[in-house]
């Protein structure tokens, strides 16, 4: 009687926990379609990418977060393993996410700027063994205090400042580094706020937050900076300013060799 009772425990345990994933990944799937229509419907950027390969970008996202995570748990008992695992999460999240923003294929992806992107989130971590003095990843990840590179409020700064000085210069690629360093500190504090919150001081820090929070979070950030990146007021006003610059310079040339 007590082992049918706890087959059926086992049973009702696994179907609930079957349940719940199916309606949880039913949930991001379609929360992610219809984020995906209303952003074609509403975005001004020409999307230079399809819209199948916008999605595919989307799960993979989201399945590597997931994957990654099981693997971090799995390797719990295993520091080395763990820290190797969760870093290459950290690193796969930032290239895809860069990948959407940037709107690439899978075409560059051992070449261009998502590798150094997904590289850029990977080195956020080193911050741990600076701050902990030390090369032993116990006492990296044993720390009583959260490093500087994990203070949200410093790459929020910098890409403020960044998109300033693009704007003042007319520098669309400069511009694109803001967003790139963004994307880079940006997915990696994400996922590291749901074990942790988000510390934003002077502000007061964000607690911890739900997994499913973290998910629709790194999904928000690919739309919204794509979004925003590539809005026309902004690519409109860097590319119109150049332009404009360059017209006295061709005057100034074509008056000086009239004069000679
Ligand atoms: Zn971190």
Redesign the pocket.
Known sequence: MAIEYAIWAVYKHACLRFHRTLAFLCYIFVMVLNTLILNSIFSFSRTKLSFKTKLLQIILVVIVAIVGDCLVDLFTSHPLLKCISDNST?FFIAVISWMFIEELDFSVILFGSPLLCGMMASF??LDHFVAARSFTIHEATSLSFRPIL?WTTLPVTFFVFLVILALAVHSVKLYKFAWFILTAFGT?HLR?GYRRGIWIHPLPSIPPFPYVIYLIGLVAIMLSFNFVMYHPLIMNCLQETQRRDDLPVLQTKFSKIQTV
């Open positions: 950290h956020v971590d994990h990696h590291d």
